[in-house]
């Protein structure tokens, strides 16, 4: 399947129906943007943003940051599948852990080859685009208030492995709990690593069910306004604005947040009303609605609601500890707050168009800056923050319990023991398979430096940073 260009928008044609085939990640034509990169590359761009003189490190902050928005422009293109009357996005056509628990259970051992000429593209039985879910990390909330995220319903959404990592799952069987304890027994510290092609994503949503409509049609959605001045868990019933989403379409919001935030509306105006179509979303079909009624049942949801993107994690395996990026819906997407800055959104490459182009990143490739060793080093030098306001701001110190204490960015101590201050990749470098109850096995950590042979790891499996793999294996 070849993609194209058409006014900036990347797309992939011909527009396809009936099964639906994972597509591979397309190349998006950003200009510097290659995927994968070699582990070598990317180490030498953190090196130099780490080490190297005001130069070198201002081309490799470009550099790295246009990766990740190459990344992110690539797997929100619109694809050739179609699903309930609308088009998918390619990361919408990936694979689920359900689905492939599912078949591993029918005794598959790989993907069927597709058959729309991509080697990579793979072909399965229709189905909807994913069930949205309560997050597996939401389980490890210490307060049930944290989970909410605007009076709606909870924060929900679904993980999803591209089609080189859907093979590789599958071929290793590493959604089996019977072949990752066969690995452990065997002596293997860790499982088989994925392949550098390798992506895996966590999506969060929102859904505009009818019933939450001011108006029968005006979304009431909090903004994301900047991390506290004192680290603590800051979810969003504690973010003190919102926007309004209009799902018919009107609103001439433009950086503008209602800061009264009236949950009958009676604070709305134009200015602080969001069109649906700037951000991405997808009409829900009546199996999506059922599926959903069925775990959020006062949602009240209903074929045709809206459900909205406001968060994704993407993580690559194109280097031993992965890349970390992670992206949320903000009304300011040329000025977003922290962790993501002005910086970081001026390098949005001109592919990234629509509704993508108003999401906000922020990417960490380090755990501390200047760096450690992957082996043998220290927790010295300053945290990086990365993490992302839907699915970490929520943590407080009881769901982080194993960090320590360090440094913040700006060289000060800190105990970075809260979703503000940590960092997907020291996170996801615990994780682990522990069947046995292991005491003292890796937990939940806020930003620090994670050895990858720390003896916490004795008696377990290491899951190559995967968390998602012990959550949903069977």
Avoid at 4 to 17: E, F, N, Q
Avoid at 137 to 149: D, I, M, Y
Wanted: glycine share 10%; aromatic share 8%.
């Amino acid at each position: 399947m070849r993609a194209a260009s058409l006014a900036g928008i990347l797309i992939l044609a011909p527009v396809c129906s009936g099964a639906i085939t994972a597509v591979a990640l397309p190349d998006p034509q950003v200009a510097g943007f290659s995927f994968p990169e070699s582990e070598a590359t990317i180490a030498g761009w953190v090196q130099d943003l780490e080490n190297g003189p005001p130069d070198a490190a201002a081309a490799a902050f470009e550099k790295i940051n246009l990766h990740g928005w190459g990344l992110w422009t690539a797997l929100t293109a619109q694809s050739s599948m179609v699903e309930n009357g609308q088009r998918m996005r390619v990361f919408e056509t990936w694979y689920t852990p359900q689905e492939l628990s599912d078949q591993l259970a029918a005794g598959a051992t790989a993907l069927p080859a597709g058959t729309t000429g991509s080697a990579a593209a793979r072909t399965v039985t229709p189905r909807r685009r994913a069930a949205l879910l309560v997050l597996n990390q939401f389980s490890h909330v210490a307060g049930s208030a944290a989970r909410t995220a605007n009076g709606a319903g909870q924060v929900i959404g679904f993980v999803k492995y591209d089609p080189t990592a859907s093979d590789h799952i599958l071929k290793q069987q590493l959604l089996s709990t019977a072949a990752l304890t066969t690995l452990l027994r065997s002596g293997a510290q860790q499982i088989p690593v994925f392949p550098s092609t390798a992506l895996t994503l966590k999506a969060a949503f929102q859904v505009a069910a009818s019933g939450t409509l001011v108006g029968g049609r005006y979304y009431r959605l909090k903004a994301w306004p900047g991390p506290p001045a004192t680290p603590q868990a800051w979810d969003p019933t504690k973010w003190p604005g919102c926007v309004w989403i209009d799902i018919l379409g009107g609103g001439s919001g433009n950086g503008a947040v209602d800061g009264v935030a009236s949950t009958d509306g009676s604070s709305r105006t134009e200015a602080t009303t969001y069109p649906v179509s700037s951000l991405i979303s997808y009409r829900l079909s009546a199996a999506d609605a059922g599926a959903l009624d069925l775990t959020q049942p006062t949602l009240g949801a209903k074929a045709g609601d809206t459900a909205i993107l406001v968060a994704m994690h993407v993580a690559g395996r194109e280097t031993t500890r992965w890349t970390w990026q992670t992206f949320w819906w903000t009304p300011t997407p040329d000025d977003p707050h922290l962790p993501s800055s002005q910086a970081i959104a001026s390098l949005r490459p001109a592919q990234l168009s629509g509704a993508a182009r108003n999401y906000a990143m922020a990417l960490g490739y380090d755990m501390l800056s200047p760096g450690q060793p992957f082996v043998g080093g220290a927790n010295s030098g300053l945290a990086v923050y990365v993490y992302n306001p839907w699915l970490e701001a929520h943590f407080g110190p009881a769901d982080l319990p194993d960090s320590v204490a360090g440094f913040d960015p700006a060289g000060q101590p800190a105990a970075n023991n809260t979703g503000v201050a940590s960092n997907c990749m020291t996170c996801h470098a615990r994780a682990n398979y522990n069947p046995d109850k292991v005491a003292g096995a890796p937990r939940y950590s806020g930003a620090r430096y994670v050895d990858l042979a720390d003896p916490q790891f004795a008696g377990t499996l290491q899951l190559d940073f995967l968390w998602s793999l012990p959550g949903s294996a069977q």
